[in-house]
Every structure is written in C-alpha cells, then in structure tokens.
C-alpha cells in the first residue's frame, strides 16, 4: 500500500517555473514506477511524465519533453516534476501516481493503482 501527497502547485506566469513534488508512505516505494497526470477543466487525464524504480529511463509526454523533467529518491520516498518554460496551456490539476510493478507502466492512468489528491498548477499569460 502507498500514499502519496502532492505538493508545490500554484500560480505562476508563462515562462516560469514550477517544482512538484510527491511524499509517499509505505516502505516499498522502491519497488514502484511512478508517474504524473495532469487534468484540465473539461478534458481527461493525461500522461505527464514516468520514471521507473531506479531513476532512470524516464519517459515524456510531448507536450513537456524538453521542459519538464521527473526525478526520484528513493531514500526520502519522494518523486518530483520540475517543470520550466510553464505555457498557459500546462495549467491543471496534476496528480502524482503510482504503479504496482517497477518498471516502466505505460501512459494509460489504468496501469496506476495509487494516486494522489492533486496540486493545482495555474500558468498565467
């Protein structure tokens, strides 16, 4: 079982920056990949960004790749976002997630069994 809390959302402008970051409880976060969501008023959740249990390969949606990166530590039991050059368009609600196995899950929300409440991300023009 894990929990995980979603951090470090706000308000920022277009072109700035912005660090997410996701606590989970647990003693087996090592064993899971993890991933982030985001959801736009109206739309459906989307695959962010995912990273397997050793940090590395990660994976991008295209809509970020080259301005967001998602790192891990498994020491702390934390994953992070830190997301730059934030357009209007990134604004929403993202969601820390994750899977039950420790390798890379996939860009579909149902191969994510543990999900956080969300941290809004508002990117002001």
């Known amino acids: 079982q894990v929990q995980l809390v979603e951090s470090g959302g706000g308000l920022v402008q277009a072109v700035g920056s912005l660090r997410l970051s996701c606590a989970a409880s647990?003693?087996?976060?090592?064993?899971?990949?993890m991933a982030w969501f985001r959801q736009a008023p109206g739309k459906e959740r989307e695959f962010v960004a995912a990273?397997?249990?050793?940090?590395?390969?990660?994976y991008f949606a295209d809509s970020v790749k080259g301005r967001f990166t998602i790192s891990r530590d498994n020491a702390a039991n934390t994953v992070s976002l830190q997301m730059n050059s934030l357009k209007p368009e990134d604004t929403a609600v993202y969601y820390c997630?994750?899977?039950?196995?420790?390798?890379?899950?996939?860009?579909?929300?149902?191969?994510?069994?543990?999900w956080g409440q969300g941290t809004q991300v508002t990117v002001s023009s």
């Open positions: 647990g003693r087996t976060f090592s064993r899971h990949a």
């Open positions: 990273i397997s249990w050793s940090g590395g390969p990660t």
């Open positions: 997630a994750a899977s039950t196995t420790s390798y890379y899950s996939g860009r579909n929300s149902v191969n994510y069994d543990y």
